[in-house]
C-alpha cells in the first residue's frame, strides 16, 4: 500500500499515512489532531541495475533524452 507524506500548517509536524492510491487525494488529520494539512511531493530515487538477466542495456549516449529514443 503506498505511503503518502503530509505537513501539519498547525503545528508543523511532518507525518505519513499509508492509503490506497483511490484515496490518496483524501484529507489527512495530523496525529495532533489538526485538520489543515497538506500532502507533500515525494522524489523517489532509484539507482543500481535492476532488470531482467540478458535484457540488452540501454544505449548511451546524449541528447535531450538520453539518446535511447534517437532524437
Known amino acids: 500500500m ?3 507524506e503530509f505537513r501539519c500548517r498547525a503545528c508543523g509536524d511532518t507525518f505519513e499515512v ?3 492510491m ?3 487525494g ?3 488529520s495530523c496525529p495532533q489532531g489538526h485538520a489543515d494539512t497538506v500532502k507533500l511531493l515525494s522524489a ?3 539507482t ?3 532488470g531482467a538477466a540478458g535484457a540488452a542495456p540501454a544505449p548511451a549516449g546524449g541528447g535531450c ?3 535511447a529514443c534517437g532524437c
Open 44 to 46: 523517489v530515487a532509484v
Open 48 to 50: 543500481g541495475r535492476g
Open 18 to 20: 499509508n492509503r490506497s
Open 65 to 67: 533524452c538520453g539518446g
Open 26 to 28: 483524501e484529507p489527512a
Open 2 to 4: 503506498p505511503r503518502y
Open 22 to 24: 483511490a484515496a490518496a
